[in-house]
């Protein structure tokens, strides 16, 4: 079975420092990748996917993930957090022919002025 | 282009009740899933619809049950409510299920409270 592993629960971090959010996965297969953002009462946005090919994947609002199949992990990074970033990030998997995604349990972004 | 829109926004229950979740996918899309989002918690998968038919299920009871209508649009239903069935429940609409290439839209979900 899939999991997803996002080992800090919450994170705070200042205006115009740099961000790296973890994620851990466990899968056979070469799996399929994502990252989410929730704001506070709101559903869930799409920030990047990784399928294949370049492990670096560049996605919305500057940010980027990298897929590393050693570490069986793929971190979510940006290099100048901004205010508007405070929200709950997802990291989830998917494999070929199932149809539903596998979520972390997600981790809090605070972001100090 | 609307996305995806859940109704209602909020709804309190009691024990024992049933409830009734509509979704309305984003325009293009045939396919929707649901998942439930407990307080602190990820997303979990319920079910998934395509060509009015659940195509896939998660992990739940059978108290949790969908329809899918000839337009797209959806509804999710439970049974016998219980106070562990609290929770936000999220809608996601994409294009052929199935295929993980094509994005799956988020609604602002339903936030279903038990008392």
């Known amino acids: 079975a899939q999991s997803v592993t996002q080992p800090d629960i919450h994170i705070t971090v200042s205006e115009g420092a740099s961000l790296e959010l973890r994620c851990n996965y466990s899968?056979?297969?070469?799996?399929?990748l994502f990252w989410y953002v929730q704001s506070p009462g709101q559903g869930l946005q799409l920030l990047l996917k990784?399928?294949?090919?370049?492990?670096l994947v560049q996605g919305i609002k500057g940010f980027e993930a990298e897929f590393k199949r050693s570490q069986s992990s793929f971190n979510l990074r940006k290099p100048s957090v901004h205010w508007s970033d405070a929200a709950e990030y997802f990291c989830?998997?998917?494999?070929?022919?199932?149809?539903?995604?596998?979520f972390g349990s997600g981790t809090r972004l605070q972001v100090q002025p | 282009d609307a996305g995806v829109t859940q109704s209602p926004t909020h709804l309190i229950k009691t024990r024992g009740q049933q409830v009734t979740l509509r979704c309305s996918p984003k325009?293009?899309?045939?396919?929707v899933s649901w998942y439930q989002q407990a307080l602190g918690q990820g997303p979990q998968f319920i079910f998934q619809y395509y060509e009015e038919e659940e195509r896939q299920r998660g992990n739940f009871p059978d108290r949790f049950s969908g329809h899918q209508f000839p337009n797209y649009s959806s509804e999710l239903n439970v049974n016998a409510l219980l106070l562990g069935d609290s929770a936000l429940y999220l809608c996601?609409?994409?294009?052929?299920?199935?295929?993980?290439?094509?994005?799956?839209?988020f609604g602002d979900g339903t936030r279903l409270s038990i008392l």
């Open positions: 990784y399928f294949s090919g370049d492990t």
């Open positions: 989830a998997v998917g494999s070929a022919g199932r149809r539903a995604l596998t």
């Open positions: 996601a609409s994409s294009f052929l299920p199935g295929d993980l290439n094509q994005p799956q839209h």
């Open positions: 899968y056979g297969a070469t799996p399929y």
């Open positions: 325009s293009g899309h045939d396919t």
